[in-house]
């Protein structure tokens, strides 16, 4: 006989374990074997799963149920057709680049900006390491991102330089922070909220990639409210189930002109009559961003 049944939110995952957040506490269970029969095409449970979690008298507990997802931080899992839940429902999602050391991966970001549109998912640019440059060049670069109407907002673990800022975006939200490795995920939280105790790593001065730090996947409470998953730092962000023809709806500058096109099945990559590619030629999307649709379009992988 089971002691009671709790709602909670899945807060850690390790190794086939999940830490779930109820109103009673931290539960440990396990999944019940019938979520995993059958073929999987996404992750049975990921972390920000909301369950209802059966606890037994001695302390065990099993996940009983999975609600329905809601705005989804997701990619195509790494040698697989399936689909890998990074973060399950997400208030908004942090996507950090680095202004220098590493160079700012805009085609990664790009693509992680698809997938916020496709699950009307709020996306906050962060755009770390203001301090190995001169401001007014990183906002020239991320400019065009301010533009499309993203929220961007620079930052400096070392100078503490949009810290504050960056807190108050945080605050009372469920969060993910997304990017390549070595951009200073890890140490910018830190620095968000000092003894939050995330492990870091400095990039390594050969190579200037960063270790993946952040292994075991885990929502962070913070003393103003809500939580913050830090990920992996990703070398490669392939999507999933995002089909060619839908592709142009998820790009903000692009979308609203399908309409003026000549051809309604228009890939906007050579056909007469394209609005998207005569808005290119007059400078009213940036060749950046086109590329990035190309190639994503045409289905190939990240340099």
Known sequence: MSDTFLKG????????????????????????????????ETDAVALGDRVLVEVFPDGSAVIEEIEDRTRVLSRKAPGRESEQVLVANLD????????????????????????????????VICANK????????????FGLYDNLGYRIVYTSAVSGRGVRELRRVLSNKL??????SGVGKSTLLNAVQPGLG?????????????????VVPELFPLKNGGYVADTPGLKAFALWDIEPEELDAYF?????????CDFSDCTHIHEPGCAVLEALDKG??????????????LGEEED
């Not at 001065?205 to 952040?214: D, I, P, R, V």
Request: glycine share 4%; charged share 30%.
């Open 9 to 40: 939110q899945i807060v850690r995952a390790q190794s086939g374990f999940f830490i779930v957040e109820t109103i009673r506490g931290q539960v440990t269970a396990t999944l019940r074997g019938r979520f995993l029969q059958g073929r999987q």
């Open 92 to 123: 908004q999602a942090v996507f950090m680049m680095a202004c220098a050391d590493p160079d700012p991966n805009f085609r990664m970001l790009d693509r992680f900006l698809v997938v916020a549109e496709r699950e009307n998912l709020p996306a």
């Open 130 to 141: 203001l301090d190995l440059v001169v401001p007014r060049s990183a906002r020239e670069e």
């Open 175 to 180: 969060s993910v922070f997304a990017g390549p």
């Open 198 to 214: 995330l492990r870091t790593h400095l990039v390594r001065e050969k190579t200037k990639k960063g270790h993946h730090t952040t």
């Open 252 to 260: 903000p500058e692009m979308r609203d002109l399908v309409a003026d």
């Open 284 to 297: 009213r999307i940036a060749p950046e961003r086109y590329d990035s649709y190309c190639r994503i379009r």
